[in-house]
């Protein structure tokens, strides 16, 4: 258990539609990353968060944004769902914001889109 | 921007044998360079990394060359268990961002 937790494990949902995906960072790091991981594309950076500012951002569509708030967790929202962005999405936590350093990633959340 | 490229995509090694993964970059900007294990339905697990004023670094079985000239990398497992079976996923970046390779799927035959 890495001590990063996202939020819901699944979530299936219909095309057009918007959710919101969960990440609590391990306890004392600052930065949280999202990453997309699909079949055909492996793992893609999409979005950094440190210390409630946006940091980096990645292959992240304009569809998608993201959120961190004062106590530290963030918030992924994709809306307009297509086929295309049924993905697991990891969310990953490090102590520093500068750069990348042993991030250590949730159990992801599963999404469908039918 | 940034491009990670890993072969080979699939390695299959008898039990004890040595297993290289290799990655090369496009920019020379990076200097960050994370290995993650990811098994079936589990999440990523880093394992080894280097940042770019090291040559090598070593964790038991593990090591990771660089050669930043040449902008590649390397992971070697030496005597390889069957628990080392998994897909290996390298990684280059630097301040504003983060780029993995497409995986290898690493077998090892008992």
């Known amino acids: 258990d890495s001590g990063v937790t996202q939020t819901p494990k699944h979530l299936i949902t219909a095309t057009g539609q918007r959710v919101t995906l969960r990440c609590s960072p391990r306890?004392?790091?600052?930065?949280v990353y999202w990453y997309q991981q699909s079949l055909d594309q492996g793992l893609q950076f999409l979005i950094q968060?440190?210390?409630?500012?946006?940091?980096a951002k990645g292959n992240i569509l304009e569809r998608f944004s993201a959120q961190q708030f004062p106590d530290l967790h963030s918030e992924l929202n994709l809306s307009s769902l297509e086929l295309g962005d049924s993905a697991l999405y990891f969310c990953?936590?490090?102590?520093?914001?500068?750069?990348?350093?042993?991030?250590?990633f949730g159990p992801g959340t599963r999404l469908t889109v039918t | 921007g940034e491009n990670v490229e890993q072969h080979p995509s699939t390695l299959s090694v008898q039990e004890g044998d040595s297993a290289v993964i290799k990655c090369t970059y496009s920019?020379?900007?990076?200097?960050?360079f994370p290995w993650y294990k990811q098994e079936l339905g589990k999440r990523p697990q880093l394992i080894i990394d280097?940042?770019?004023?090291?040559g090598e670094k070593k964790d038991q079985r593990i090591a990771v060359t660089l050669n930043k000239t040449a902008k590649h990398f390397s992971l070697h497992i030496t005597e390889t268990q069957p628990e080392d079976s998994a897909v290996y996923f390298c990684?280059?970046?630097?301040?504003?961002?983060?780029?993995f390779g497409t995986g290898t799927r690493l077998t090892v035959i008992p």
């Open positions: 990953a936590s490090s102590v520093e914001g500068d750069g990348f350093y042993e991030q250590y």
């Open positions: 990684a280059g970046g630097g301040a504003n961002n983060l780029f």
């Open positions: 920019d020379s900007a990076s200097n960050y």
């Open positions: 968060y440190y210390n409630g500012e946006e940091r």
């Open positions: 306890s004392g790091d600052l930065s």
């Open positions: 280097i940042r770019s004023n090291v």
